[in-house]
DNA sequence: CAATTGACGTAGT
DNA sequence: CACTACGCCAATT
């Protein structure tokens, strides 16, 4: 399995209301170190259908990224409705983040 | 094929 | 808390 199937596999089982950070995914899939290369994955995302890059947020909670039309704007509001915690521009890791 | 770039993370100042 | 410096990985040029 190459590192970025596992990433996206990952990806695919976060569930609505949850988020998890780059760096999490990159440990998960294999490689601690390989954050930024998640972060460059989704943005090459193959199928956004499929893949809530949307809810994967860095390491500190805060939205960046996101090529999609409104930007993190309209990342930050499909969030907030799908239930996730915010502090200002802020996730509140401590709450929605999976694995804690 | 080498160099650049960037949706990152940690540690130090 | 902000800013800098370094390391890492994959995609793009």
Redesign the pocket.
């Known amino acids: 399995m190459?590192?970025?199937n596992k990433v996206y596999s990952i990806i695919e089982r976060v569930p609505k209301g949850k988020v998890t950070?780059?760096?999490?995914v990159?440990r998960l899939a294999g490689?601690s170190?390989?954050?930024?290369?998640?972060?460059?994955?989704?943005?090459?995302?193959p199928d956004?259908k499929r893949i809530p890059?949307?809810r994967?947020?860095?390491?500190?909670g805060?939205l960046?990224?996101?090529?999609?039309k409104g930007g993190i704007e309209k990342?930050k509001e499909m969030l907030l409705d799908e239930g996730v915690n915010f502090v200002g521009d802020i996730v509140d890791l401590s709450r929605s983040q999976i694995i804690k």
């Open positions: 190459d590192f970025k950070t780059y760096g999490q990159a490689n170190k390989a954050a930024r290369a998640v972060g460059a994955l989704m943005k090459n995302n956004t890059c949307h994967v947020v860095s390491s500190k805060k960046t990224g996101f090529s999609a990342k």
